[in-house]
């Protein structure tokens, strides 16, 4: 009887959840245009701790990590995961996580400076070891899904970091066990072959330009004949000439002109399509020039979309944005259109397109040099004839007071962070401003992506730190955001005001938790179950988050914008509307029309026949002239729907209400919302191997007995007698086995291993076991500078000191070998020894023991 209650309770709530979408333009189950999504924006380390196993250091600014208990490499996939209720309960459709492509430099939490783009770093994965990055990430992608939240995957098409890349320059092998990963010693083996013999002996700062030097021909050598990354290195961050210089040391400029670079990154990126992420947030777009986009990665990442599109929610359309910064607010940066971001909005002309060269084959011609003259005489000046002035569209603007069907005959394809906007975020009024005047330059500017701050930036005058505003001050920024045009997204905490007025970014110089990139999941302890967006229930700490004033601010500006096409994806206008102190505007999708007064009422006329019902206080209204009343208060907003079929949407809150705020209770911390963790601080582990006791050489005996051991922490490995079959080893468990039976052992006999890694990387050797005649001498050999003393015995019945008194005898030599020194001493008629090395006067070896053939030795 309580199964069949519970049953039908369920269907009870699925026939709810119908009519609800049903009002609501079937949002949920039709969520075919990007616009109708809302993003929460987070720095994956940074956002929660759902295995902590897996805390790892970066290699820099250890002290600041460990005084903190803070390590930079925290948050994780299994975070994501366990908190993607939350997101819901926000009422965010889609979240953009930065790169998980494995990354290399002494600060890359943040995923920006990649080193393997097949691959996803290991630091994200399950800490039990189970798992690896890809299957962890394909589940991240398919839980999100199935809740019908959307992952929007940060990606760099600009640069690598500064220790190569695995495919173009391949520097170090990469050791991917986790308790090697905050030692760069430990987990980065050089690539001696690339980066020369004397590299490991370097100075820090010669060693970074060795490894610079094998990607841009620093040093006047053209290593990088292929020319997979720019070599021009003299540039303006004004002037064209950025798309193709270097723009920070961990910024290694790549050649996306060069097809092998561009083809080979659509590969890779393109298995992320493959698993079902829904749309790429593109990182330094400015950097890349317009035409490269067109010719390049638009078209490419577009037909992978469509090819793999029954691998994402809905089957929507792949959504690709990118980040053109245009710092200091203007909407055409520094009187430049093809250095703005609407520019990139644009098609590039057809004769260009047609005239670029990309291939290999031109590319191997050209031996260009990172000395502020090496200019390719080709792909640079075509792609800076790329400067026409950008047309002007009306895709984004009502005509007459109606929507009308917009023409994207001339669109990239590719769409923009709204960096103009997000500069004049100081206020709504100033960023709304902006748009009047500037909306037009773009092909449709409803698809831009807005923000107020985020991992980089916040709006002028201060844009290193977060957003320093009140509550007041966020909550009119966010109305406006989530009513205007565009597509919303908010930085990780800012639901709360977390770090406000915080220093962004302090690179390795200080405690993250000081900064705007600090560690967030202790806000969010607890228990959170999100049965739609915007509906949950909680306990803990994400009970009060989620209970704060600008949370539940955002909750109902969710659910708005979710029941309003016309808020998500219509054009606006602002003829026939006049706000009383405040902003007025009007939207329409379509069959879909609203009316939209900011921070007070506002006066509307020209309004299409029909009855108009405010979301906010369920009041309507008709004829052609409609005012409105409302408190005159930062983030106040009514909403006019034309022809809505419900009353009230939302309840009253702090900032949208009918006559007076309102605040939820229970919003007070349990102390360890700024709690430490811990993290894997263990002696590095040692590239796997089997190891043989003896270790090979030369025996009298006519059977040696050996004792294998396979490394822990390896995955699997095995050993082969010469003419035998192989055996398998267990990880950290010895085997013993025999080589000669009798007088079978009469020469040599050669011992193979083989182990492999839990990533998959196998090492194998091999041991040779030597027979050699029991009266003929055992030399030892000692490489040093000077004339070493050999002090040597036998232990057992016949105890004897082979070579007297202490110190023993000075060794015969040297013999010179490649300009080093070397020393032997030969030991007759006994079958094991032991010696001491050591100088005569007091200095010495430790005791060598169980010597029962030839040894090389360093002293």
């Given at each position: 009887?309580?199964?069949?209650k519970?049953?039908?309770?369920?269907?009870?709530?699925?026939?709810?959840?119908?009519?609800?979408?049903?009002?609501?333009d079937?949002?949920?189950?039709?969520?075919?245009?990007?616009r109708?999504?809302?993003?929460?924006?987070?720095?994956?380390?940074?956002?929660?701790?759902?295995?902590?196993s897996?805390?790892?250091?970066?290699?820099?600014?250890?002290?600041?990590?460990?005084?903190?208990?803070?390590?930079?490499?925290?948050?994780?996939?299994q975070?994501?995961?366990?908190?993607?209720?939350?997101?819901?309960?926000?009422?965010?459709?889609?979240?953009?996580?930065t790169?998980?492509?494995?990354?290399a430099?002494?600060?890359?939490?943040?995923?920006?400076?990649?080193?393997?783009?097949?691959?996803?770093?290991?630091?994200?994965?399950?800490?039990?070891?189970?798992?690896?990055?890809?299957?962890?990430?394909?589940?991240l992608?398919?839980?999100?899904?199935a809740?019908?939240?959307?992952?929007?995957?940060?990606?760099?098409?600009?640069?690598?970091?500064?220790?190569?890349e695995?495919?173009?320059?391949k520097?170090?092998?990469?050791?991917?066990?986790?308790?090697?990963?905050?030692?760069?010693n430990?987990?980065?083996i050089?690539?001696?072959?690339?980066?020369g013999?004397?590299?490991?002996?370097?100075?820090?700062?010669?060693?970074?330009?060795?490894?610079?030097?094998?990607?841009?021909?620093?040093?006047?050598?053209?290593?990088?004949?292929?020319?997979?990354?720019?070599?021009?290195?003299?540039f303006?961050?004004?002037?064209?000439?950025r798309?193709?210089?270097?723009?920070?040391g961990?910024?290694?400029?790549?050649n996306?002109?060069?097809?092998?670079?561009?083809?080979?990154?659509?590969?890779?990126?393109?298995?992320?399509?493959?698993?079902?992420?829904?749309?790429?947030r593109?990182?330094?777009s400015?950097?890349?020039s317009?035409?490269?986009?067109?010719?390049?990665?638009?078209?490419?990442?577009?037909?992978?979309?469509?090819k793999?599109?029954d691998?994402?929610?809905?089957?929507?359309?792949f959504?690709?944005?990118?980040?053109?910064?245009a710092?200091?607010?203007?909407?055409?940066?520094?009187?430049?259109d093809?250095?703005?971001?609407?520019?990139?909005?644009?098609?590039?002309?057809?004769?260009?397109?047609?005239?670029?060269d990309?291939?290999?084959?031109?590319?191997?011609?050209?031996?260009?040099y990172?000395?502020?003259?090496?200019?390719?005489?080709?792909?640079?000046?075509?792609?800076?004839?790329?400067?026409?002035?950008?047309?002007?569209?009306?895709?984004?603007?009502?005509?007459?007071?109606?929507?009308?069907?917009?023409?994207?005959?001339?669109?990239?394809?590719?769409?923009?962070?709204?960096f103009?906007?997000?500069?004049?975020?100081?206020?709504?009024?100033?960023?709304?401003?902006?748009?009047?005047?500037?909306?037009?330059?773009?092909?449709?500017?409803?698809?831009?992506?807005?923000?107020?701050?985020?991992?980089?930036?916040g709006?002028?005058?201060?844009?290193?730190?977060?957003?320093?505003?009140?509550d007041?001050?966020?909550?009119?920024?966010?109305?406006?955001?989530?009513?205007?045009?565009?597509?919303?997204?908010?930085?990780?905490?800012?639901?709360?005001?977390?770090?406000?007025g915080?220093?962004?970014?302090?690179?390795?110089?200080?405690?993250?938790?000081?900064?705007?990139r600090?560690?967030?999941?202790?806000?969010?302890?607890?228990?959170?179950?999100?049965?739609?967006?915007?509906?949950?229930?909680?306990?803990?700490?994400?009970?009060?988050?989620?209970?704060?004033?600008?949370?539940?601010?955002?909750?109902?500006?969710?659910k708005?914008?979710?029941?309003?096409?016309?808020?998500?994806?219509?054009?606006?206008?602002?003829?026939?509307?006049?706000?009383?102190?405040?902003?007025a505007?009007?939207?329409?999708?379509?069959?879909?029309?609203?009316?939209?007064?900011?921070?007070?009422?506002?006066?509307?006329?020209?309004?299409?026949?029909?009855?108009?019902?405010?979301?906010?206080?369920?009041?309507?209204?008709?004829?052609?002239?409609i005012?409105?009343?409302?408190?005159?208060?930062?983030?106040?907003?009514?909403?006019?729907?034309?022809d809505?079929?419900?009353?009230?949407?939302?309840?009253?809150?702090?900032?949208?209400?009918e006559?007076?705020?309102?605040?939820k209770?229970?919003?007070?911390?349990?102390?360890?919302?700024?709690?430490?963790?811990?993290?894997?601080?263990?002696?590095?582990?040692?590239p796997?191997?089997?190891?043989?006791?003896?270790?090979?050489?030369?025996f009298?005996?006519?059977?040696?007995?050996?004792t294998?051991?396979?490394?822990?922490?390896?995955?699997s490995?095995?050993?082969?007698?010469?003419?035998?079959?192989?055996?398998d080893?267990?990880?950290?468990?010895?085997?013993?086995?025999?080589?000669?039976?009798?007088?079978?052992?009469?020469?040599?006999?050669?011992?193979?291993?083989?182990?492999?890694?839990?990533?998959?990387k196998?090492?194998?050797?091999k041991?040779?076991?030597?027979?050699?005649?029991?009266?003929a001498?055992?030399?030892?050999?000692?490489?040093?500078?000077?004339?070493?003393?050999?002090?040597?015995?036998?232990?057992?019945?016949?105890?004897?000191?082979l070579?007297?008194?202490?110190?023993?005898?000075?060794?015969?030599?040297?013999?010179?070998?490649?300009?080093a020194?070397?020393?032997?001493?030969?030991?007759d008629?006994?079958?094991?020894?032991?010696?001491?090395?050591?100088?005569?006067?007091?200095?010495?070896s430790?005791?060598?023991?169980?010597?029962?053939?030839?040894?090389?030795?360093?002293?």
């Amino acid at each position: 009887m309580r199964k069949f209650k519970k049953k039908l309770f369920a269907a009870m709530l699925l026939l709810l959840a119908s009519s609800n979408a049903m009002a609501t333009d079937v949002f949920t189950a039709n969520r075919t245009d990007f616009r109708d999504e809302s993003i929460y924006f987070m720095m994956t380390t940074r956002f929660y701790d759902g295995d902590p196993s897996n805390n790892v250091l970066c290699w820099d600014n250890q002290e600041a990590q460990k005084s903190t208990k803070d390590p930079c490499w925290r948050g994780d996939f299994q975070g994501v995961i366990d908190k993607l209720d939350y997101i819901k309960a926000l009422g965010f459709t889609a979240i953009w996580i930065t790169p998980v492509v494995q990354n290399a430099s002494g600060y890359d939490y943040h995923g920006y400076h990649a080193s393997d783009f097949s691959k996803v770093d290991c630091r994200y994965q399950s800490g039990d070891g189970k798992k690896s990055g890809d299957v962890m990430f394909q589940e991240l992608i398919d839980k999100a899904h199935a809740k019908g939240i959307k992952i929007i995957l940060d990606i760099v098409l600009n640069h690598t970091g500064n220790f190569g890349e695995e495919h173009f320059c391949k520097e170090f092998d990469r050791d991917t066990r986790l308790r090697n990963q905050a030692d760069i010693n430990a987990c980065m083996i050089p690539n001696l072959e690339t980066l020369g013999s004397d590299y490991p002996g370097l100075q820090p700062g010669y060693q970074y330009q060795r490894r610079l030097a094998m990607m841009k021909n620093t040093d006047g050598q053209n290593h990088d004949t292929h020319n997979y990354w720019h070599h021009f290195g003299n540039f303006n961050w004004d002037l064209p000439n950025r798309w193709w210089a270097q723009i920070a040391g961990d910024c290694v400029d790549l050649n996306t002109e060069n097809n092998t670079v561009a083809d080979y990154l659509v590969k890779c990126y393109g298995n992320f399509i493959k698993m079902g992420v829904d749309g790429f947030r593109i990182d330094t777009s400015g950097h890349i020039s317009r035409l490269t986009f067109c010719k390049q990665f638009i078209p490419q990442f577009a037909a992978l979309g469509k090819k793999y599109e029954d691998k994402r929610l809905n089957k929507a359309p792949f959504f690709m944005y990118g980040e053109v910064c245009a710092r200091f607010g203007s909407v055409q940066y520094r009187g430049q259109d093809n250095l703005s971001p609407y520019y990139y909005t644009w098609k590039a002309p057809k004769d260009l397109m047609d005239g670029f060269d990309g291939s290999q084959s031109y590319w191997d011609t050209q031996e260009i040099y990172d000395s502020g003259t090496g200019y390719d005489a080709k792909l640079m000046p075509l792609c800076e004839k790329d400067n026409a002035d950008s047309p002007e569209s009306n895709n984004t603007f009502m005509l007459n007071g109606a929507w009308h069907e917009p023409d994207y005959s001339q669109s990239s394809g590719f769409n923009v962070i709204d960096f103009p906007l997000h500069y004049n975020f100081s206020n709504a009024g100033s960023a709304y401003g902006l748009a009047k005047s500037g909306d037009m330059k773009y092909n449709d500017a409803t698809f831009n992506v807005v923000y107020v701050d985020s991992h980089d930036y916040g709006p002028q005058p201060s844009d290193g730190i977060r957003f320093s505003g009140s509550d007041a001050q966020w909550a009119e920024n966010l109305s406006l955001m989530f009513t205007f045009r565009g597509i919303p997204c908010l930085y990780y905490g800012s639901e709360v005001g977390f770090r406000r007025g915080s220093v962004i970014d302090k690179g390795p110089n200080g405690p993250l938790s000081n900064t705007g990139r600090a560690y967030f999941g202790g806000y969010i302890t607890g228990d959170v179950e999100a049965s739609d967006f915007g509906e949950y229930k909680a306990s803990g700490n994400v009970d009060a988050t989620l209970n704060h004033d600008l949370a539940q601010h955002l909750i109902r500006l969710n659910k708005i914008r979710q029941a309003v096409p016309a808020l998500r994806k219509g054009q606006w206008t602002d003829e026939g509307c006049a706000a009383n102190g405040g902003i007025a505007f009007k939207r329409a999708y379509k069959d879909s029309y609203a009316l939209v007064a900011l921070n007070g009422g506002a006066t509307f006329t020209d309004c299409p026949a029909g009855t108009y019902t405010d979301l906010v206080t369920g009041k309507t209204y008709t004829g052609s002239t409609i005012t409105v009343d409302a408190p005159k208060n930062q983030g106040q907003v009514r909403v006019l729907v034309k022809d809505w079929k419900g009353g009230k949407l939302i309840d009253d809150g702090a900032f949208i209400y009918e006559t007076a705020a309102q605040h939820k209770g229970g919003q007070t911390y349990d102390g360890n919302e700024e709690a430490g963790t811990t993290w894997v601080d263990a002696t590095p582990l040692q590239p796997v191997s089997v190891s043989l006791s003896p270790a090979g050489g030369s025996f009298r005996t006519n059977t040696v007995t050996v004792t294998a051991t396979l490394s822990e922490d390896a995955a699997s490995g095995w050993y082969q007698i010469e003419g035998q079959d192989k055996v398998d080893l267990t990880p950290g468990q010895a085997a013993t086995f025999t080589i000669g039976e009798g007088m079978n052992f009469k020469d040599t006999k050669t011992v193979t291993w083989s182990a492999t890694s839990t990533e998959g990387k196998e090492k194998t050797e091999k041991v040779t076991y030597t027979k050699v005649d029991p009266n003929a001498s055992i030399v030892v050999m000692v490489k040093a500078d000077k004339a070493p003393y050999i002090y040597a015995w036998t232990t057992g019945a016949d105890e004897k000191k082979l070579t007297g008194a202490w110190p023993g005898k000075v060794m015969n030599g040297p013999e010179e070998i490649d300009g080093a020194k070397y020393w032997t001493y030969d030991v007759d008629n006994v079958e094991s020894f032991n010696i001491v090395l050591n100088n005569g006067s007091g200095s010495q070896s430790g005791d060598i023991t169980g010597i029962t053939g030839d040894i090389y030795l360093e002293y």
